[in-house]
């Protein structure tokens, strides 16, 4: 495993509070060293196995390890995940021979001879790092490049361990002999990857095991697993028939279909509705503006890597020489309406709110359903504000974060205080400033928080509310952040009671964050069984036979007037393959019509867990709906 935590990013499980998997502080290391060790062990079983294997790097996780290889032997280097039980069982083999882990401190220059002769131009590469800029990590060696930086640290010997036939660049620890390795682990998956995380270098060959240290956290492990499959929002998006993303349009945007474009504006409407009743005003922007609006607000220094490449109008037409930029942010937009108008203190505070589409570049490695896309929806909102009214503003955004949240059922948060990053704008002086502002109103509101280090947008430090799913792993959504910055570049006043012009403080705030990811957490949180006032359809009408079709569609007539989301099904299935269909799509109502129905001016109703209810006069039933709210 690497010298490294290196030239990858580790892969992080999401935090898992239901199920206890995590090591705990204090067992941890010995946890880590066992995982760490058994990926050494892996990569001695590809060695036995496949014979010429280049390999990358192999960290732990958080709940086990993974290595990427490059395995020559196989056809089109190409391990399918029914081998895998096969290197389960090598490992194991390896694991009784009782094989020693042993150390070695050598030379940087006998360790390039060394990996040279073993054939392994990957860990070649990172030697020649080390060497060159004293680390392996891609992004540390970026930032050294682009400020033309010298290394501070001079590497002169490297680490390296012997397990049988496997020799690795690597810090350790290990364990001392294989047979102290617990045999409750687990290959599950084998993925591509690019090595470094860089979509230029060449694609290797993930594989991922998962490792506990008794049979029984195993188990408990792949429980969650299988549930954590059956809740997969890719797969319930399909199943349920809300969205999906199409090779013709592209990674990362999505095509929503009616129920999906349906529970978007339910989600939409809810949260607006809510905003606007707290004193925001509704703005609406373009999705493109011209690029010298990115240089004024600083994205096209600062965020440059995540926005898609400028559009170059001259390309098209020789007289247009402005460039245009899809925007990654809806802020500048904000600003523009300010001060479009002279604002006097009586303004403030000034609270704008836009359901903006944004468009970000995301790699495609990263992308994930809903989760991480190109193109989403932000619950966006800019608050301008004097600093006498910045603590109050606080408060009101943190009450009406936990508010919203909890009516879409979560209950169980993380919350984070972002500090300041290495690359930033603005004087310390203002971020120090920010920075007491959020920590003040997190202690008023009695709300227990974490320090993130380093984990500020590069224009103020921020506030960020991770919920819990019903599975326990958390999720980034509400975002609070103080920015001192932006008025600054645009220049931006109002005028103080004493006529004179003053610097708002501007407040960065997207509640539920991106409307794509948010969804995709609400699907996974209900399994796709969403409550009653949040289903895309809420109610499913089945008249029996063609002579009962009047009948119902009177029915459904009458409870669309009410605003209840309801649909019929006419198909010429039996009615037992329709109910089935309906419960299928997790419709929390099915309302049966036949001739008892029609003789008794009565309906027969199914509820989603509950079962058939019996026969209802519809008075009746919409009474009930009506408590349930809609």
């Not at 992080?12 to 090591?23: E, L, P």
């Not at 033309?148 to 640290?153: G, I, L």
């Not at 359901?355 to 896309?373: D, F, I, K, Q």
């Not at 009671?497 to 948010?518: D, N, T, V, Y």
Request: aromatic share 10%; net charge positive; glycine share 6%.
């Amino acid at each position: 495993m690497s010298q490294l935590s290196l030239a990858t990013k580790e892969i992080k499980t999401k935090n898992i509070n239901k199920y206890k998997f995590m090591a705990s502080k204090k067992q941890k290391t010995s946890l880590d060293t066992l995982r760490h060790s058994l990926a050494h062990v892996m990569a001695l079983a590809l060695k036995r196995l496949y014979g010429d294997v280049v390999y990358g790097v192999g960290p732990t996780t958080e709940t086990g390890f993974y290595y990427d290889v490059l395995i020559k032997n196989l056809k089109d280097n190409s391990l399918s995940i029914e081998e895998l039980p096969k290197i389960e069982e090598e490992m194991k083999k390896i694991i009784n021979e009782g094989i020693s882990f042993k150390k070695s401190i050598i030379s940087l220059s006998e360790a390039k001879k060394l990996f040279k002769k073993l054939n392994q131009p990957l860990k070649l590469e990172l030697l020649n790092d080390l060497e060159k800029y004293g680390t392996t990590d891609a992004e540390e060696i970026l930032k050294m490049k682009e400020s033309k930086k010298k290394p501070t640290k001079v590497v002169k010997t490297v680490s390296i361990y012997q397990t049988g036939d496997f020799i690795d660049l690597c810090r350790g620890p290990h364990v001392k002999n294989t047979k102290e390795l617990p045999l409750s682990f687990k290959l599950i998956k084998v993925s591509g990857a690019y090595w470094r995380g860089n979509e230029k270098n060449q694609m290797l060959q993930r594989i991922l095991g998962i490792a506990f240290e008794t049979e029984k956290e195993l188990n408990d492990y792949l429980n969650f697993l299988e549930e954590a499959k059956k809740r997969d929002h890719i797969t319930l998006g399909q199943k349920l028939d809300l969205f999906h993303i199409d090779e013709n349009i592209g990674p990362g945007l999505i095509l929503w279909h009616p129920k999906g474009a349906m529970l978007k504006r339910i989600i939409e409407n809810y949260a607006l509705d809510e905003y606007l009743k707290n004193g925001y005003y509704l703005v609406n922007t373009p999705h493109i503006a011209q690029y010298k609006l990115w240089q004024i607000s600083g994205h096209a220094g600062f965020y440059r890597e995540s926005m898609f490449p400028p559009i170059h109008l001259n390309e098209i037409n020789p007289e247009e020489k402005v460039d245009y930029q899809l925007k990654p942010m809806n802020c500048p937009f904000h600003i523009l309406i300010y001060k479009n108008q002279i604002r006097s203190y009586k303004d403030l505070p000034l609270r704008y709110t836009e359901l903006g589409t944004v468009y970000r570049y995301e790699r495609s490695g990263t992308l994930h359903g809903l989760a991480r896309v190109r193109g989403f929806t932000q619950d966006d909102a800019h608050i301008w504000c004097t600093p006498q009214q910045l603590d109050e503003e606080i408060n009101n955004l943190i009450k009406l974060s936990f508010k919203i949240l909890r009516h879409f059922g979560f209950d169980n948060f993380e919350v984070y205080l972002s500090t300041r990053p290495e690359k930033y704008v603005g004087t310390i002086s203002n971020w120090n400033k920010a920075t007491k502002a959020l920590e003040k109103a997190l202690k008023e509101e009695k709300i227990e928080y974490s320090i993130d280090k380093g984990g500020g947008a590069f224009y103020g430090p921020k506030i960020d509310i991770k919920l819990k799913d019903a599975l326990g792993r958390s999720w980034q959504c509400t975002t609070i952040q103080v920015d001192f910055n932006l008025p600054q570049r645009f220049e931006m006043f109002y005028i103080d009671q004493k006529g004179k012009k003053q610097q708002p403080i501007m407040i960065h705030r997207a509640l539920l964050g991106s409307i794509e990811r948010f969804m995709a957490v609400l699907i996974e949180h209900y399994a796709g069984d969403f409550p009653f006032w949040l289903a895309p359809v809420q109610i499913m009408v089945l008249p029996v036979l063609e002579k009962h079709a009047l009948y119902a569609q009177n029915i459904v007539k009458e409870l669309k007037s009410l605003n209840y989301r309801v649909d019929i099904d006419l198909s010429e299935e039996t009615l037992s393959k329709r109910i089935r269909n309906a419960e299928l799509n997790k419709i929390p109502y099915i309302l049966v019509i036949g001739d008892r129905e029609m003789a008794n001016n009565t309906i027969s109703v199914r509820e989603r867990g509950k079962g058939d209810l019996g026969a209802y006069s519809l008075d009746k039933f919409i009474s009930e709906l009506l408590q349930k709210g809609k």
